[in-house]
T-cell receptor, first 112, second 111 residues
């Protein structure tokens, strides 16, 4: 059984640029969620995808968007990067209707 | 949405002692609670979970207690080891599959 893998592990971007982060879900999981974790804080829910559609969103602006693919892998896109977007971005996969969530190790994004 | 909070930001314990990490939640509609351990540079690692229709659940060296009357969740770690040093988060599941995390408690184990 494979876990959740995220790429890249670290990334440095300039303010105003765009970034795409990737996540490969755990085998058998059909739901993926993305979280933002600022330094010293708990993860904050960005959004969730199920069957390739967004089905829940946290308090994040529209410049945060995502995609889920037929193989359940996912992307998080952030446009017009701001300094406050610097954080650890976590992907979690789960099976709709079940209780388990598996997190990846995250992508550390630094915006300069 | 409503948030999950923790009482103690940092907990220091002696190796071999028992640790108790507490958490208060505010959303009475949450049906599922999870404790995660997060080590530096890693994602949250599942420790133990409990559904809202239970008040206690035990794992290997860990126990989670849920008191819905006062909206309180606790994690007990028996015979704490240096490898238990990490940040611990409680999380509650709100509508759909959204997890709401607290700010975290740092557990430091002294040898």
């Amino acid at each position: 059984e494979t876990g959740v893998t995220q790429s890249p592990t670290h990334l440095i971007k300039t303010r105003g640029q765009q970034v795409t982060l990737r996540c490969s879900s755990q085998s058998g999981h059909n739901t993926v969620s993305w979280y933002q974790q600022a330094l010293g804080q708990g993860p904050q829910f960005i959004f969730q995808y199920y069957r390739e559609e967004e089905n829940g969103r946290g308090n994040f602006p529209p410049r945060f968007s995502g995609l889920q693919f037929p193989n359940y892998s996912s992307e998080l896109n952030v446009n017009a990067l701001e300094l406050d977007d610097s954080a650890l971005y976590l992907c979690a996969s789960s099976l709709e209707g079940s209780y388990g969530y598996t997190f990846g190790s995250g992508t550390r994004l630094t915006v300069v | 949405g409503e948030s999950v909070g923790l009482h103690l930001p940092t907990l220091s314990v002696q190796e071999g002692d028992n640790s108790i990490i507490n958490c208060a939640y505010s959303n009475s509609a949450s049906d599922y609670f999870i404790w995660y351990k997060q080590e530096s540079g890693k994602g949250p690692q599942f420790i133990i979970d409990i559904r809202s229709n239970m008040d206690k659940r035990q794992g290997q060296r860990v126990t989670v207690l849920l008191n819905k009357t006062v909206k309180h969740l606790s994690l007990q770690i028996a015979a704490t080891q240096p490898g238990d040093s990490a940040v611990y988060f409680c999380a509650e599941r709100e509508y759909g599959n959204k997890l709401v995390f607290g700010a975290g408690t740092i557990l430091r184990v002294k040898s």
